[in-house]
């Protein structure tokens, strides 16, 4: 069984190589689920490098977590191919995957100790003793549960029993560690604390994980890559950056942070919104849908000249919400309203509804999207 | 936390509903260490006479273990059906789970008279009349029920999720089941195991139609005594009856917490 131990290290330790399509670590090759009248996941291709930690993103009810179920084999692929390491593991059952998987739930073994719920998976193994003993205080020590290895799950506070799920998860050394919305439970603070300590465990073990969210900063904070599923489909795939800067889809846009949301028509290199033309660094012809982020317009007094490129509006200030980090202006430009976000600086400057501004963004914020007929 | 008073009126209306539950109980206590040999009530002395007298009768002890050893048996079959048979209804939810379990549980709603009837005509025919054989097949009939239903609702409220955690992590299907959801599972079991037990040791209806000389349970024997006599055993028997009941509950509440398992 210690031959059992090393290939689970030795798959463990990170190549670093490009994805290919259908080269990944982890391959997903039309992976589909459909029940009677519903498609849950339709044709999904992903391909995960090993050591990549990669998100599923998406609002709830759009096939990420079926698609995180049929990766641990609990629920039963209807189509495609789930391949890791070249192996083709989509008939085998969830037991021979050799997966972690953390639950939102926790789903500990409320019966057994939290050394008990960690040694599980080792003794489903048929490791020795002194095996287990020590690759449990390890895993104990990994998640800083040193002196609670006696207690019961319902002895522990939320993030502890969260703690004991990813060490449980972890402990036997996992070929990828799928994580189902493992956070949503907690809260805010915690929540953010978690992050950090799963993503630092993550790297430091050079794990592949999959991450189930449909939190957007979650995704966006953690992952080396993110997935935007939306009905069943990927609706793009990249970095943080790539879909924040450069979404592909207006749904992207708009699940990815926040913006205004306008519909015009697009004259090569500028739209017609309404009565107003707008400058945008993208060609584009007819109908669309275009999206500006309220923090990249720049919101000032008086009337401030234009530089090249850049889009200015006069407006006035309609309402004014003070969040702490943020100050959150309604501003009416014309006849369309756009949401301006500005940071805090402490210097107490706030502009008061009726006040007259000047908005201006550059020509490539501005996103435009041909709408599909 | 602050507790609401509790009403006086609500009190009181209280204690009434407890007395009037448990008066004709509480009569049958003086009643059993009476003097006398008819029952009546005051008894006009006391003594300990009834007590004793049971311990001579042999009808009624062998009355006593034959159904300590009927509900025994009873219970530990139950258990061995119920189990498998709500994991199969509840876990693999084969088509028409619904309606099975609604037939399983079926007895539950029948008037055990016809029940009776019933079996006495089947029991007949298949020559088990007045066999212990017979006896404890109608006893599994009537208790199967509520074995089924607490499993099966216990079951029913246990995270699946926990499950599959454990099959993720390595396990087999039959080791998911005797590391994971049997030990789970065993408030529920011991709280059937109990209901089980009490309503066999208690069955009055279906022992009488099955009933023989060898195949006697105590509360027939109980029953034809107070038919031929009227002498204060029974009343004696009675708290015997009660002390042993309680002795039961108390016994699986504090090994295995009766409360928890019925309250949760």
Known sequence: MIHHASTATNIAAPLGNEAKPGHGFLSLQGL???????????????????????????????????TLRMIAGLVQASGGRIVVAGRDLTAIPPFRR???????????????????????????????????????????????????????????SGGQQQRVALARALVIRPSILLLDEPLSNLDAKLRDEMRTEIRDIQRRLGTTAIFVTHDQDEALTMSD?????????????????????RPRTPFVASFVGRTNRFSGTALGRSVKLGDTLVHSATEANGPAD???????????????????????????????????????????????????????????????????????????????????? | MEEKPVSPVLKVLAAFGFLFLLAPVLIVVPLSFSNDVFMSFPPSGYSLRWYIAIGANAKLLDAFLFSVKLASLVTVVNILIAVPASYALIRKAPFGADAIMSLLTAPLLLPTIVLGLAL???????????????????????????????????????????EEAAATLGASPLSVFFRITLPMLMPGIVAAAALSFLVS????????????????????????????????????????????????????????????TFVK
Request: aromatic fraction near 6%.
């Open chain 1, 32 to 66: 589909s689920k459909r029940y009677s009248e519903f498609v849950a996941v339709d044709a999904v291709d992903l391909d995960v490098n090993q050591g990549e930690f990669v998100s599923l993103l998406g609002p709830s009810g759009c096939g990420k977590t079926t």
């Open chain 1, 98 to 156: 050799d997966m972690g998987l953390v639950f939102q739930s926790y789903a500990l073994f409320p019966h057994m100790s939290v050394a008990g719920n960690i040694a599980f998976g080792l003794e489903m193994r048929g490791l020795s003793r002194s095996e287990i003993s020590n690759r449990v205080t390890e895993a104990i020590a990994l998640v800083r549960l040193e002196g609670r290895e006696n207690r019961r799950p319902s002895e522990l």
């Open chain 1, 225 to 245: 890559r993110v997935v935007v599923m939306n009905h069943g489909r990927i609706e793009q795939t990249g970095t943080p950056e790539d879909l924040y800067e």
């Open chain 1, 290 to 373: 275009v999206m500006i982020r309220p923090h990249r317009i720049t919101i000032s007094t008086g009337s401030a000249a234009a530089s090249g490129g850049q889009n200015t509006l006069s407006g006035i200030v309609r309402r004014m919400t003070y969040a702490g980090n943020l100050l959150q202006y309604d501003v009416l430009a014309g006849d369309l309203t756009f949401q301006v976000e500005e940071a805090t600086l402490g210097s107490g400057r706030a502009l008061a509804p009726g006040t007259t501004v000047t908005l201006s963004w550059s020509a490539q914020d501005t996103l435009v999207f041909e709408a599909k007929p």
């Open chain 2, 120 to 162: 006495l005509i089947v029991m007949a025919r298949a020559g088990y009349l007045a066999t212990p054989q017979g006896i404890f097949l109608a006893h599994l009939v009537v208790t199967l029920p509520y074995a089924l239903r607490v499993i099966a609702t216990a079951l029913s409220t246990l995270p699946i999720a926990v």
């Open chain 2, 201 to 260: 040791f208690d069955e009055v209806v279906l022992s009488l139609f099955m009933n023989g000389p060898k195949v006697t349970t105590l509360p027939v024997e109980l029953y034809h005594h107070v038919e031929s006599r009227a002498d204060p055993l029974v009343a004696a028997a009675s708290v015997l009856l009660v002390v042993f009941t309680l002795a039961v509950v108390i016994i699986v509440d504090r090994s295995l917490g009766l409360a928890k």
